[in-house]
Nanobody, 122 residues
Framework: QVQLVESGGGLVQAGGSLRLSCAAS????????MGWFRQAPGKEREFVAA????????NYAESVKGRFTVARDNAKNTAYLQMNSLKPEDTAVYYC???????????????WGRGTQVTVSS
């Protein structure tokens, strides 16, 4: 069982930065692939970024490549999403998720946090 709690969301102007954190409970955090997803009002939840269990492999949605960076600290049971050059279209609730599967998606994620709101003003 893994419980996930996101933090770090807020209101920021376009071009600004935020760092989201995802704190995980449980002793097996390092076994899980972690992912970040987001959901804007009236839209489907979409993949943003993912990181492998040891941080050696990352992947990103095309819309955030070059602006967002996913990282993790297994000693702290925490995953991060550094978001730079934010745009109004990045406004959404951001969720972290965990899976033991080799890839992470809205279907394969086994555990979800409750989300944190990110609002980017123009």
């Amino acid at each position: 069982q893994v419980q996930l709690v996101e933090s770090g969301g807020g209101l920021v102007q376009a071009g600004g930065s935020l760092r989201l954190s995802c704190a995980a409970s449980g002793r097996t955090f390092s076994s899980y692939r972690m992912g970040w997803f987001r959901q804007a009002p009236g839209k489907e939840r979409e993949f943003v970024a993912a990181i492998s269990w040891n941080g050696g492999n990352t992947n990103y949605a095309e819309s955030v490549k070059g602006r967002f960076t996913v990282a993790r600290d297994n000693a702290k049971n925490t995953a991060y999403l550094q978001m730079n050059s934010l745009k109004p279209e990045d406004t959404a609730v951001y969720y972290c998720a965990a899976t033991l599967s080799p890839t992470i998606s809205t279907m394969s994620a086994e555990y979800w946090g409750r989300g944190t709101q990110v609002t980017v003003s123009s």
